[in-house]
């Protein structure tokens, strides 16, 4: 039985990439946050299911579980490691605060390069084997290539993200590792819920971004209207991991061909005056 490392499966696309290698018959180690979580998952998925108990920006908890790993699945390693745990926002660029930039990079790309570091001797173990195939799968975004307004922060960790997977792909490449990135647009998941703001509880009341953020929620439902199922990410996730020549980024995303001209042929003051509207329809919508 092939063993697989996921971060975040309490719910979403960890949850649904899960799903889809439990279901294909890997031995799936997951993290998550919270026991009622582990215990649900249990219940749903049995003995291929061991939870895995960290939050991704503490070192020592990560470091403990990956020497627990380590001990029950012994000289096979692990053979694949995706990256997947996150956080997402809105928030404008000029008024965010400093605390909150270095949370989000803290959790989303500091998390991916602490869990990568801690498990890395697992992927070796299972990669000096040759007959088997040893992967990482970074799950980036959309925004990790092209960014929308608003969504700032978390863009610029996940083009940190781009990065560290693009080193990561050719300094693993003597260990026979591969690393391939995922970039999803909308996906429907918890992910927007987490995002909506509550009820009296608009950011940047006062600045001149006030009425447009208490508009921006409807810029959400745009977007999650058009979401696609998280399974199509985890059996994207599972054709990255078997293929023998997979790409080493893949976008999925509603509109596909959008994102592409976006990221490829798409002049950016185009794209900015794009924007523009976009969100001046929602600033001014009644
Ligand atoms: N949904 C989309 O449209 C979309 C698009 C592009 C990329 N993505 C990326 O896909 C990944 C999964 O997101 P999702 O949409 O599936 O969202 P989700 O349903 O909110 O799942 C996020 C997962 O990450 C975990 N997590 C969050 N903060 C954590 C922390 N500090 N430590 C440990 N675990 C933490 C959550 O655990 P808890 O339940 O304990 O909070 C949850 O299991 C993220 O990297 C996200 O950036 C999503």
New binding site residues.
Partial sequence: MKNVVI??????????ITRVFVAAGYKVFG????KE?ALRLKEELGDSYEPLY?????DDAIKAEAARVSEIVGHQGIQLLVN?????GGDAIMHVSIDYMKHIYD??TL?LLRVSQAFFPLLKVSSANKSVKTKIVN?????GRAVRPYLGP?AAT?HAVEAISDAMRRELMRYGIDVIII??????????N?NKAKAGEYKYQDTDYATLFQKIDKGVEQ?EHN?LP?EK?GMLVLKAYTKKKPDTRYLIAPSRWMFWLAIHIIPDRWLDNMFKKQFDKIEFSK
């Avoid at 993290?31 to 919270?34: D, T």
């Avoid at 970039?183 to 927007?192: L, M, N, V």
């Fill in positions: 971060t975040g499966v309490s719910s979403g696309i960890g949850l649904a993290s998550v946050r919270k979580d960290f939050d991704l920006t503490d997947n745990g996150g956080i997402s959790v989303n998390g799950i980036s975004s959309g925004a978390y996940k970039e999803p647009g909308p996906i429907a998941t918890e992910i927007w987490k977007m979401a998280a990410v």
